[in-house]
Nanobody, 124 residues
Framework: QVQLVESGGGLVQAGGSLRLSCAAS????????MGWFRQAPGKEREFVATMNWSGRGTYYADSAKGRFTISRDNAKNTMYLQMNRLKPEDMAVYYCAAAKTSYSSSDYLDYNYWGQGTQVTVSS
C-alpha cells in the first residue's frame, strides 16, 4: 500500500513557477509508475504528466509540454512536478497518483493510490 501527500501548491502570478512535491510512504513507491493529474472547478480530472518507476518514460499532456517537468527521487520516496511559465488556465487542484504497475500511464484508471490534492492558483 502507498500513502501519498502533496505539498507546494499556492498562489503565483502568471508567468511564475511552483514546484509540487508528493511524499510517499510504503515500500511499493519505488516500484510504481507515478503521475500528476489536475482538476479545475466544474471540469473533469485531467492528466498532466507521468513517468515510470525509474523516472524514465516521461509523458506530458500537450498543455504541460515544455513548461512542466516530472521527476522522482526514490531514495527520498518523493516525486516532483516543476511548473514554469504558469498560466491562469493551469489553476486547479493537483493530485499525485501511484500506478498499479511500474509503467507510466496517462489513464487515471491505471492508478490505484491518490493523494489528497494541493491547490494551485494562478493570478493574471
Amino acid at each position: 500500500q502507498v500513502q501519498l501527500v502533496e505539498s507546494g501548491g499556492g498562489l503565483v502570478q502568471a508567468g511564475g513557477s511552483l514546484r509540487l512535491s508528493c511524499a510517499a510512504s510504503g515500500r511499493t513507491f519505488r516500484a510504481a509508475g507515478m503521475g500528476w493529474f489536475r482538476q479545475a472547478p466544474g471540469k473533469e480530472r485531467e492528466f498532466v504528466a507521468t513517468m515510470n518507476w525509474s523516472g524514465r518514460g516521461t509523458y506530458y499532456a500537450d498543455s504541460a509540454k515544455g513548461r512542466f517537468t516530472i521527476s522522482r527521487d526514490n531514495a527520498k520516496n518523493t516525486m516532483y512536478l516543476q511548473m514554469n511559465r504558469l498560466k491562469p488556465e493551469d489553476m486547479a487542484v493537483y493530485y499525485c497518483a501511484a500506478a498499479k504497475t511500474s509503467y507510466s500511464s496517462s489513464d487515471y484508471l491505471d492508478y490505484n493510490y491518490w493523494g489528497q490534492g494541493t491547490q494551485v492558483t494562478v493570478s493574471s
